[in-house]
């Protein structure tokens, strides 16, 4: 039996050279295939060429013998994975009466009438291909396999459909053939420190940690240091990665925050829910996007209380209680203001921490004093309110949400003991 532990992905569609749509299916895939040991080593985009299509798959059945295609299996004329393959791989289209009956059963469940006739180009399938059910969509995947063992696995573009077919089909045929080996990765996240300085609180581990390769994935909440487990047992993948992180860990103390997927507003809700504590947020130059990310968390309501979004000076004196004097003195973007934002919120919805952000976001609205990226955050836990200065780089977007990230740090650091 050949063992598949290698892949190479070919997305298709014109509308992902032309950066239209996001290719979001080969991170699923590779992200996933990786989890039973399965690597994915090459990914290629081509458009909607019949000759694109065939050559990047030739080259990769050439180089690994393990490919798998997303795209180009719709009912329209553009659609042209199956008619390409089937050819490369030397056989005719058939009408295969399984997929009729699934797309006309598909169709009646969804009350959409007659099943349309361009949908049955989707029941014409390569000669002897394998079907691959979609149980989310009309377009099903296709298997062809030829006779030195190698395969392409043909799935359809639109994500929902590949998500439900590779937990239902894809990994588990995979896994069949990978063996016990595993490929994992552990990612320690930080925030509020340089790539550079990360790697010089590493040492001389800062390419390797506890025998696995280190990688550093600067992003805009910060840099990720992700660790690699490849060809190992899971026993000794999961005792390897313990390790690595323990020493990630040790390296770089309260600059890390999580790990893999965990987002700063989870851990902060968790910290707060752990002790009782709620938040409200005053937001001048985020406009509402830290009460955004807080309450885009599941169960954020057992902690958020609620907000104000505080853009004019006006709705800051009438609504938080902030000085007319010091916003004539200081400035809306200030330490002073920023404190009593934050003592603001916290007094007025009865939260036990308050936040307060002002800032300049740019493009415009900067001085030589306050430079556009100027931001002012202040956290007020249980009366002992606290501000910060710092200077961003970025644009309005890129800003706006690193303040966020910063003023969720410091809540975190303060509710852990780290805080300034």
């Not at 190698?150 to 937990?167: C, Q, W």
């Not at 660790?227 to 860990?249: G, P, Q």
């Not at 504590?277 to 130059?285: G, P, Q």
Request: glycine share 10%.
């Amino acid at each position: 039996m050949l063992k598949l532990n290698e892949v190479e992905i070919v997305t298709i569609g014109d509308e992902l050279l032309l950066g239209q749509t996001v290719d979001t299916n080969a991170v699923t895939l590779a992200r996933e295939l990786g989890a039973i040991g399965v690597s994915v080593v090459r990914r290629a985009t081509v458009g909607d060429v019949a000759d694109d299509i065939a050559g990047a798959v030739r080259e990769a059945l050439a180089r690994t013998g393990t490919v798998i295609t997303t795209g180009g299996l719709g009912p329209t004329a553009d659609d042209l994975t199956r008619p390409v393959l089937a050819e490369l791989f030397g056989r005719t289209l058939v009408r295969d009466e399984s997929v009729v009956a699934h797309l006309e059963a598909l169709w009646a469940s969804r009350l959409r009438g007659p099943l349309p006739s361009s949908n049955l180009q989707q029941a014409l399938v390569p000669d002897g291909a394998e079907i691959v059910r979609n149980p989310e969509g009309t377009a099903p995947g296709l298997r062809l396999v030829d006779a030195e063992g190698r395969s392409v696995t043909m799935l359809p573009g639109v994500p929902r459909e590949l998500r439900a077919m590779l937990r239902e089909s894809l990994v588990p045929w995979f896994a069949a053939r990978a063996g016990d080996r595993v490929l994992r990765t552990r990612a320690v996240r930080t925030t509020g420190i340089a790539e550079s300085a990360l790697a010089e609180k590493l040492g001389a581990s800062k390419r390797v940690v506890a025998g696995l390769p280190l990688a550093y994935l600067p992003g805009i909440d910060g840099v990720d240091l992700r660790v690699t487990a490849r060809d190992m047992s899971l026993d000794d993948a999961t005792r390897a990665l313990d390790d690595a992180e323990r020493t990630i860990r040790e390296a770089v103390g309260a600059y890390a925050y999580a790990t893999d997927r965990t987002t700063m507003p989870q851990v902060v809700l968790e910290l707060c829910q752990a002790r009782g504590d709620t938040i409200a947020v005053a937001e001048s130059c985020t406009g509402g996007l830290l009460g955004a990310r807080l309450t885009e968390v599941p169960g954020s309501s057992r902690v958020v209380l609620g907000g104000t979004i505080a853009y004019h000076n006006d709705v800051k004196v009438r609504d938080l209680d902030v000085s007319p004097d010091d916003l004539a003195t200081h400035g809306a973007v200030s330490e002073p203001v920023a404190l009593q934002m934050a003592r603001g919120a916290r007094a007025r919805t009865g939260a036990t921490i308050g936040i307060g952000i002002t800032g300049i976001a740019g493009p415009d609205g900067g001085s030589d004093d306050k430079p556009v990226g100027t931001v002012w955050i202040a956290v007020d836990v249980h009366g002992d309110a606290r501000a910060h200065r710092a200077v961003y780089i970025g644009d309005r977007a890129e800003i706006r949400h690193r303040a966020s990230q910063a003023a969720l740090d410091h809540v975190r650091r303060r509710l852990i003991g780290h805080g300034a």
